[in-house]
T-cell receptor, first 111, second 115 residues
């Protein structure tokens, strides 16, 4: 059963606007959450992460929010740029150092 | 970019044949991982290693074995390939956990087709 879920397979946003990508998880023992970006025919690249003891982490245009009570995290990209068009995966780490990935959300930023 | 390569990049093989995929790193990172990516499943962990000769199973380890005899190399073996193992395989590395935010660096992937 999928422990990390991304329920939106795709998202389209106008350039300059905010992109919000969502992720839900079921395991309350996850202690770290990460977002990766993936272009076709390439491996994923790390974007940003957040510890379970925090509720927000910001890095430039990227901000990750964590709501532990709802078991929900989101990635905000502001402003969105055409180069941000890619598939975004959220991932979670358990205390046994195993990582669980969501199924990905394909973001298209329209110029 | 982290120095991580995978070989081969593409392979077509027949059902029942053995296949070995290689992951090579030049970063001297302790942790190495093998994932497979399939539509509707995202990336799923097959096996991982936390040091030379130290490996453990992931959530989809059946039908796969791994070996790590040197820090820089992590091999994934399909002893007898099946069509359900057709996938894109990614290797990833990460440094000592205490000094990182747990991010992993991924290789370019190997596309394996089992006919």
């Amino acid at each position: 059963d999928q422990q990390v879920k991304q329920n939106s397979p795709s998202l389209s946003v106008q350039e300059g606007r905010i992109s919000i990508l969502n992720c839900d998880y079921t395991n309350s023992m996850f202690d770290y959450f990460l977002w990766y970006k993936k272009y076709p025919a390439e491996g994923p690249t790390f974007l940003i992460s957040i510890s379970s003891i925090k509720d927000k982490n910001e890095d430039g245009r990227f901000t990750v929010f964590l709501n532990k009570s709802a078991k929900h995290l989101s990635l905000h990209i502001v402003p969105s740029q055409p180069g941000d068009s890619a598939v975004y995966f959220c991932a979670a780490r358990d205390t046994g150092n195993q990582f669980y990935f969501g199924t990905g959300t394909s973001l298209t930023v329209i110029p | 970019d982290a120095g991580i390569t995978q070989s081969p990049r593409h392979k077509v093989t027949e059902t029942g044949t053995p296949v070995t995929l290689r992951c090579h790193q030049t970063e001297n990172h302790r942790y190495m991982y093998w994932y497979r990516q399939d539509p509707g499943h995202g990336l799923r962990l097959i096996h991982y290693s936390y040091g030379v000769k130290d490996t453990d199973k992931g959530e989809v380890s059946d039908g796969y074995s791994v070996s790590r005899s040197k820090t820089e190399d992590f091999l994934l073996t399909l002893e007898s390939a099946t069509s359900s193992q057709t996938s894109v395989y990614f290797c990833a590395i990460s440094p000592e956990l205490a000094f990182s935010s747990y991010e992993q660096y991924f290789g370019p992937g190997t596309r394996l087709t089992v006919t």
